[in-house]
């Protein structure tokens, strides 16, 4: 079963955070947070799947858990 990197629920319109400007923030290449924000980012480095983790964070406006963040192949 795959895992994916999900930040669909937390990167929504109303958050208004471009990918560029995520890009500036995390330093993440432009693909990779592409990826995350359509739910689709199905592996990576470990530093980034931390700043992954902070990101989505910043916009919940609490910690978010690394559960909160990764979905299965069937969800």
Same mark, same amino acid.
């Given at each position: 079963?795959?895992?994916?990197?999900?930040?669909?629920?937390?990167?929504?319109?109303?958050?208004?955070?471009?990918?560029?400007?995520a890009h500036e923030k995390?330093? @993440?290449?432009? +693909?990779?947070? *592409?990826?995350?924000?359509?739910?689709?980012? /199905?592996?990576c480095q470990i530093d980034?799947?931390?700043?992954?983790?902070?990101?989505?964070?910043? @916009?919940?406006? +609490?910690?978010? *858990?690394?559960?909160?963040?990764?979905?299965? /192949?069937?969800?």
């Open positions: 079963m795959v895992k994916y990197i999900d930040l669909s629920k937390f990167w929504t319109e109303e958050s208004d955070l471009s990918i560029e400007t995390t330093g @993440l290449n432009r +693909r990779t947070l *592409s990826s995350a924000k359509k739910g689709l980012l /199905d592996r980034t799947l931390f700043k992954l983790k902070d990101l989505a964070s910043d @916009l919940a406006g +609490r910690e978010v *858990s690394f559960d909160e963040i990764f979905k299965d /192949d069937q969800a």
